[in-house]
């Protein structure tokens, strides 16, 4: 086992210790629920008969206890592309859970928003709140203690995080991701993107454009950009929740499905009671967080999860800040570049090697931790395998040794940037986020005057009248967890792109949120603390001068704040059911403790 590199083993022993009392209480909570939900046999007959009811020909395997009981917790709908296909996946699932003895009942659904059907409008500001509301769900799924197990379908932005926060309150059972694969690739993405640019100006008509997009995004599967959903299932692999290899194998395969009957069988070995016990609290412990942030790092993941990586370790008991994913940053080679930073997508990321190439990498530079429990009886290693079918069989090879498209994957040692591209930034304006594999380095400090704005339309309107056609750093507030929700704010990267295509220096700053689709901008986002209830970004005016510097880690203006007044704050909106989350926004937590307002009141 290669040596941990230094930065890596400080990171966790810090996180460790810091983490001490509240992972400790996690620990015991787990412990207790683990002997009282043993089994099935402390609930009543009435009880018991509720639950299998309508479990057909595996009614008596349930109600004498003898098989273990899966639960399917699933986002399926067949209105998003990325989780139509597990329509199909409960009656495999439980056909396969029946080869090994097993059962399987779907305790439940969860919802799953789509921030690409919802993005620049009112139901975006729903986005970042479904994943409470995914976890509660998931919550009340298992909380009818009839299970032995989980199995949790799901893939996109806010999905995965909030399946896993519900997930870990169940940790005294083992749990499984199951993706469902990329959609096969459309036309390129600088095509994609030239013609969204044309749109914004003004030379290309919306035909134009929805027949761009279309041919994009056009089949089941998940958007083959390297945005939150494809960073999501990375970190699965990376946290050991997959089957190795199982995150960019497409939907509708023979592979994908015999990887989602291994999961299954895999998912019946761990149980309580077996010889191979692997509670979900055991799998997610600091070690596996760090991991997931290397991964991150390491590939150019998206942004959103300097927001979701902290909420879900806060469900495990571990306490995660930006500082840590700033100084792991500065350690992790960025050996990855996958659209929006780089020409190809994930199909072409997992043809060079993909997920394997990647963990084997990190594992021999000693910049992942190899001695973690994982779904795969072999730990981490295992994950630098990847999965191929053998005369129709399942079975597993090593990683590439060399990657198949240098342009895409680059090993340890000869990086696309010696650092991972996620910076934290600081000053008189608060701390953020700043992506810096997604932007040319000439670009990495913009000093300009600001122009203030309160909604994405203010900007476009702005941009459309010609008032943005210079230097700029443009500023939208009031738009962090408890003022709005937290959108993500795509609808400014077009406009904004134009405008630094034709040489200005731009830079957005931004409470609100960006994906790892965002783009070449230059941003600040995430700001904390929030305009809301005075944070800086309030006291801001026209014309301030602002420094963003991802170089020197700086986020200020040389304007004089203290004397200054926050500016009012909008009025809450109201359409859109968006009037239904305003106890989430009343109660929700800064950007960087997760943005949850669920797990603040809690007290997690």
Not at 149 to 172: E, N, Q, S, T, W
Not at 236 to 257: D, S, W, Y
Request: a negative charge; aromatic letters at 6%; charged letters at 20%.
């Amino acid at each position: 086992m290669t040596d941990l590199a230094p930065a890596v083993a400080r990171v966790t022993d810090r996180i460790i210790e810091r983490s001490k009392d509240s992972r400790a209480r996690y620990l015991d909570l787990v412990a207790r629920e683990a002997d009282r939900h043993s089994d099935r046999s402390f609930l009543s007959c009435s009880n018991l008969a509720h639950g299998f009811a309508a479990a057909g020909e595996d009614k008596s395997a349930i109600a004498t206890g003898s098989a273990k009981n899966l639960a399917i917790v699933t986002a399926y709908n067949d209105m998003l592309s990325a989780h139509q296909p597990y329509g199909r996946y409960p009656e495999q699932m439980k056909l396969w859970a029946r080869e090994v003895g097993a059962t399987a009942q779907v305790a439940g659904g969860v919802p799953a928003m789509c921030d690409g059907v919802t993005q620049g409008f009112d139901g975006m500001e729903l986005s970042l709140f479904s994943r409470d509301t995914i976890a509660m769900s998931t919550g009340i799924a298992m909380s009818h203690a009839m299970f032995d197990g989980m199995a949790l379908l799901g893939i996109c932005d806010k999905i995965v995080p909030g399946l896993m926060i519900g997930a870990l309150r169940f940790g005294h059972l083992p749990a499984v991701f199951v993706p469902s694969g990329p959609m096969p690739s459309g036309i390129s993405n600088k095509e994609k993107q030239k013609t969204r640019q044309l749109y914004a100006e003004g030379k290309a008509t919306r035909e134009d454009l929805l027949a761009s997009e279309s041919a994009s995004y056009h089949s089941a599967g998940t958007c083959t950009f390297y945005g939150t959903a494809n960073s999501n299932q990375m970190m699965m692999e990376m946290m050991g929740l997959h089957m190795p290899g199982a995150a960019f194998v497409p939907p509708n395969t023979p592979l994908r499905q015999a990887l989602t009957r291994a999961a299954v069988h895999r998912l019946a070995g761990m149980g309580r009671k077996s010889e191979d016990y692997r509670p979900m609290a055991q799998v997610v412990n600091e070690k596996a967080i760090v991991n997931a942030c290397v991964g991150l790092l390491a590939t150019g993941g998206s942004t959103n999860h300097a927001i979701h990586l902290p909420a879900m370790a806060r469900a495990a008991g571990i306490v995660l800040d930006w500082d840590d994913l700033s100084e792991l940053s500065s350690a992790v080679p960025l050996i990855t570049r996958v659209y929006p930073n780089g020409s190809g997508d994930v199909n072409h990321f997992h043809a060079a090697g993909g997920m394997a190439w990647v963990v084997r990498e990190l594992l021999d530079a000693g910049l992942a931790h190899e001695d973690v429990l994982t779904v795969s009886p072999g730990g981490m290693r295992d994950y630098a395998q990847e999965p191929v079918l053998m005369d129709e069989a399942l079975a597993w090879t090593s990683a590439p040794a060399k990657s198949g498209d240098d342009t895409m994957l680059r090993p340890v040692s000869d990086p696309f940037q010696r650092d991972g591209g996620m910076r934290l930034v600081s000053g008189n304006l608060g701390r953020a986020t700043f992506k810096t594999s997604a932007v040319d380095k000439e670009r990495w400090t913009i000093e300009a005057p600001c122009r203030v704005f309160e909604t994405q339309e203010a900007v476009t309107q702005a941009f459309r009248d010609g008032e943005l056609d210079k230097d700029v750093v443009v500023v939208v507030r009031f738009q962090g967890p408890r003022a709005n929700g937290m959108p993500e704010l795509h609808k400014l990267t077009p406009p904004l792109g134009v405008l630094q295509d034709r040489g200005h220096k731009v830079a957005l700053i931004t409470d609100g949120r960006m994906s790892g689709a965002s783009g070449k901008v230059p941003a600040a986002i995430h700001v904390t603390p929030e305009a809301l209830g005075g944070g800086p970004l309030s006291l801001l005016r026209d014309g301030d001068v602002v420094r963003l510097s991802a170089e020197d880690g700086t986020l200020a203006t040389t304007a004089d704040l203290s004397a200054r007044e926050p500016a009012p704050a909008p009025a809450a909106e109201m359409g859109m059911g968006r009037e239904l989350f305003a106890m989430f926004r009343m109660s929700a937590g800064g950007a960087e403790q997760g943005g949850s307002a669920m797990l603040e009141v809690a007290g997690l």
